[in-house]
């Protein structure tokens, strides 16, 4: 059995500084109190602060000017997509967001991978559809279901929108479990992905498109009454 990872201090620090940032404690733009005064307040040595801060700049919170000091960063204004993960954790509020982009999206690569899928790409799609019928369990279809959509993505033969899907999955994994809703019963995920499988399949752009739309609209209903 594998051991369970143990918070050590700097991940105690790094996620009450990242929370205080996103919270609004720390404002954009603004410049952290010097380091002796902010490692006392969270009663911590000027060490764990450093690698907390190095983590916090590698996310895209906080900029280090030497001899400056330790800025916010207005990664509202600045910020790129890899955020969303963090930001979903620190707020639910953002999976509505997301789901906007999502249905947008998912129905242009639906769309896209009807007229450019392959016989190859088709094939994977066929294959990775009756995995979700056989996967044992909620998380598990709901995993499933997700590489029907990487693989919608590569159908386009356009990396960006692999990268796209990636980054919208990947914003929604850590609360998945809260919405796992639309993937409890494998027959009926299955039965709401095949249509978009088999228009792609078929190379119906416009019926691509439409069961793409109907699914991402049905999983999105199912998936938020989850979260009241």
Not at 6 to 29: C, M, N, P, S, Y
Not at 33 to 38: A, F, G, W
Not at 42 to 61: D, E, I, M, P, S
Not at 68 to 97: C, F, K, N
């Amino acid at each position: 059995m594998e051991a369970l990872p143990r918070e050590t201090i700097v991940d105690v620090l790094e996620t009450r500084l990242r929370e205080d940032i996103l919270a609004g404690r720390h404002q954009a733009g603004s410049y952290l109190p010097p380091e002796r005064q902010l490692a006392d307040g969270y009663g911590v040595t000027r060490t764990t602060l450093k690698h907390a801060f190095g983590r916090l700049v590698q996310a895209g919170l906080l900029e280090t000017r030497h001899g400056v000091g330790t800025r916010v960063r207005d990664y509202a204004r600045l910020g790129g997509a890899d955020l969303l993960p963090m930001l979903v954790r620190h707020s639910p509020d953002w999976i509505g967001e997301i789901f906007e982009v999502r249905r947008s999206i998912g129905a242009l690569i639906a769309e896209r991978a009807a007229v450019r899928a392959t016989e190859e790409h088709r094939a994977e799609l066929r294959a990775l559809l009756a995995a979700v019928r056989t996967a044992d369990g909620g998380d598990a279809v709901q995993l499933a279901d997700i590489e029907v959509h990487r693989a919608l993505a590569r159908a386009t033969g356009n990396r960006v929108y692999v990268l796209l899907t990636n980054t919208l999955f990947n914003a929604y994994l850590p609360v998945r479990a809260a919405l796992v809703g639309p993937f409890a019963s494998p027959d009926a995920a299955h039965a709401r992905l095949e249509p978009v499988v088999e228009a792609v399949a078929a190379g119906d752009e416009s019926a691509a498109r439409r069961a793409a739309e109907t699914y991402l609209t049905a999983t999105e209903r199912i998936m938020l009454e989850g979260l009241v």
